[in-house]
């Protein structure tokens, strides 16, 4: 078997994946800033049954962050391997002001949607469709 997830942080309609250096990882997070975006999890899942693979999607918003909290975030090394120059289960766990739908799909491996497409009958699944709606 083999699992694969891929997570991207989307704002106007534009993808902002993993930042090239430091000086990126603060440009993104100047413009994620008192902001709303999308953050998008892939899961695919691949075994003796075939290929399986859906997605979930959260809704994140971010406080005011101030310039000396961006550019000390964006300094350290966490934010360069995250999509979005942020990690919510990190350092930058205190700027979200308001999530709608599962952390774990920010944090970039959405339980619920694995177990779904691993097939595991509730409460693992717990009746999740793919976009993070109650099916």
């Given at each position: 078997m083999v699992v694969g997830a891929d997570t991207i942080v989307v704002l106007?309609?534009?993808?902002?994946?993993?930042p090239r250096d430091h000086e990126e990882a603060a440009s993104m997070l100047h413009r994620l800033s008192d902001r709303s975006h999308d953050v998008i999890t892939a899961v695919a899942?691949?075994?003796?049954?075939g290929l399986r693979s859906?997605?979930?999607?959260a809704r994140v918003t971010f406080?005011?962050?101030?310039?000396?909290?961006?550019?000390?975030?964006?300094?350290?090394?966490e934010p360069l391997d995250k999509a979005g120059a942020?990690?919510?289960?990190?350092?930058?766990?205190?700027?979200?002001?308001d999530l709608g739908g599962d952390p774990q799909?920010?944090?970039g491996l959405p339980i619920s949607l694995l177990c779904q497409l691993l097939q595991f009958p509730?409460?693992?699944g717990?009746?999740?469709?793919?976009?993070?709606?109650?099916?």
């Open positions: 106007d309609g534009e993808v902002l994946g993993k899942v691949n075994d003796a049954r859906s997605h979930d999607r406080r005011a962050l101030p310039a000396g909290v961006i550019e000390a975030y964006a300094a350290t090394d942020y990690a919510l289960q990190g350092g930058a766990a205190g700027f979200v002001a799909t920010v944090i509730a409460p693992c717990k009746g999740q469709t793919g976009d993070g709606r109650q099916g």
